[in-house]
C-alpha cells in the first residue's frame, strides 16, 4: 500500500472517530444528568407557608397564644421536622417561652397545620419567631408582633355584655345616640343632680349576672372626680338591654365626662365615655366604642437553609455555562464539523 493510500485510511479513521465520540456524547453524558434531576425530583422538601396566631386560655396574668404553622411537603418522604416557636418581650428583649413540637413523617404531598402554644404575661408586647428545623438543621424561619395582649378578657372575667350600639355597626340614624345619657334631676345655685342612665345589651346567648356598673363625673379642666355611684346589675337574658340609673351630685359652672365602668369579680369588662356640659364650654367625645385587642403583625418569612443557596448557584452556574450542549467537553457539534470538512480536503489533497 502506497503512502497515499496509507494517509486515506488515516484520515478516514480520524473522521469516523470524530463521529464517534459526537454520537457517543449523549451515551456519556445524559444518563448521569438524567440520574441527577430524578435524584432532585425525589428528594423530599417542606417549605413554610403560613403561620396563624390566636388567643387560647386567658388568666389574670397569663395568656396562652395557639401558634399555628403550615407547612407543605412535596417530593418523597420528609423526616425528622421540628417546628420551635420562641415569644420575646418587645420592651425589655427577655425571652419568655420556648417550646418546640415534633412533626409525624410527611408523605402525602399536601399542606399540614402543626398546632402549638407559647405563654406569655398579661402585660407587654411580644416577638413571637417560629423557626422549621429539618434532622437538626434550621430550614427557615418566620416572625409576627404581637400587640395588645394586657387587652385579652381573662375567662372569668368574660361577658358579652356591652354598651348599646345605636347606629348599629354600619351606623344610621341613631348613630350619634350615647349609650350613656343624663338629665337634670334637680338644681341650685351651687349644685346639681344628674340621673345618669346606661344601656347595656347581652349580645350572647346565654343570660349574665354578676356584673356591677359604677358612673363618675369627673371634671374636664381638673380632672377631679366630682361624684360617683355603683349600681348592682340584675341577670340580663340574652338580647334583652338592661337600662340602669344612678345619681351624681356635682357643682355647677363646670364641663364633666361622665366614666362609665362594667365590672365583673373585680376586673373591669366594658367602659364607656360621654359628656356633661354644665358650663360655658362645649364638651365633647368621641362615643364610637374602642375595640381595641389582640393584634398580630403580618406573616414575613426567611430561608435559612443553605442547601437551597446551593442550589440556586447550580441553576445559575448551569444557565451561564459555555460547555458544548450535549455535555461532552471540547467536541461540540460545531467544531466535528469543521473537522470533518478538513479531514475531507486533505483527503482530496493527497489523492
Known sequence: MNRESLLAVATLVVVIGAVTTLALAG???????SETAGAVEDAGRVSLTEITISADEITGGTATLAV?????????????VTVVHRATDTKTGLVEDTTERDVETLTDESEVVVSGTVDVPRESSYKIETFVYRDGTRTESASHTVEGVDALTPAYADTDVEFH???????GSLADV???GYSIESSTAD???LAVQS?????????EAD?????????SGSNVVADSATAELSTIESGTTASPTVDLEVPQEYDYYLDAVLWRDGTIVGTY??????????LSVDESVSENGLEVSDFTSNSDSAADDGRAGSDGADAGDNSSADGTPGFGVAVTAAALLAAIALARRFQ
Not at 365615655?273 to 362645649?282: C, E, K, M
Request: negative net charge; charged residues 20%; glycine residues 14%.
Open 199 to 207: 344601656y347595656l345589651t347581652n349580645t350572647g346567648d346565654d343570660a
Open 27 to 33: 451515551a456519556v453524558s445524559d444518563p448521569g444528568a
Open 165 to 171: 350600639r345605636f347606629g348599629g355597626d354600619s351606623g
Open 273 to 282: 365615655r360621654a359628656v356633661a356640659n354644665l358650663g360655658p364650654g362645649s
Open 178 to 180: 350615647p349609650a350613656v
Open 211 to 219: 356584673l356591677e356598673l359604677e358612673v363618675s363625673a369627673r371634671q
Open 191 to 193: 349644685a346639681a343632680t
Open 68 to 80: 399555628d404553622t403550615y407547612l407543605e411537603h412535596r417530593g418523597g418522604p420528609v423526616e425528622n
